[in-house]
Nanobody, 127 residues
Framework: QVQLVESGGGLVQAGGSLRLSCADSGRTNSRYGMGWFRQAPGKEREFVAAVSWSGGNTYYEDSVKGRFTISRDNAKNTVYLQMNSLKPEDTAIYYC????????????????????WGQGTQVTVSS
């Protein structure tokens, strides 16, 4: 059973950095593709980044390319999202998600491809 728990959110000034973690307490994510999504107030949830189960392929939403880095440590059953050069528009609740399906590139951005979700962690970037 996949059980995802996010941590690492908080309040940071614009230009600052945060690292989010997503731990799978079910200890199964070594075979799962993992994604990060976010939802800002009054907006729909959107794709941020994803990584294949091997860690060999990563995908990013255009607005975070060059600023965010997704990575995973399968030995620790944990996925990370390093966020640098944060902007106020990055303010949102960030969710990690897992899928056991084999996905092609663009499919990682589709939240319907992920049956397992964490509770979310709040990231607030002040200007």
């Amino acid at each position: 059973q996949v059980q995802l728990v996010e941590s690492g959110g908080g309040l940071v000034q614009a230009g600052g950095s945060l690292r989010l973690s997503c731990a799978d307490s079910g200890r199964t994510n070594s075979r799962y593709g993992m994604g990060w999504f976010r939802q800002a107030p009054g907006k729909e949830r959107e794709f941020v980044a994803a990584v294949s189960w091997s860690g060999g392929n990563t995908y990013y939403e255009d607005s975070v390319k060059g600023r965010f880095t997704i990575s995973r440590d399968n030995a620790k059953n944990t996925v990370y999202l390093q966020m640098n050069s944060l902007k106020p528009e990055d303010t949102a609740i960030y969710y990690c998600a897992a899928t056991q399906r084999y996905l092609g590139g663009n499919q990682y951005a589709n939240e319907r491809a992920y049956p397992y979700w964490g509770q979310g962690t709040q990231v607030t970037v002040s200007s």
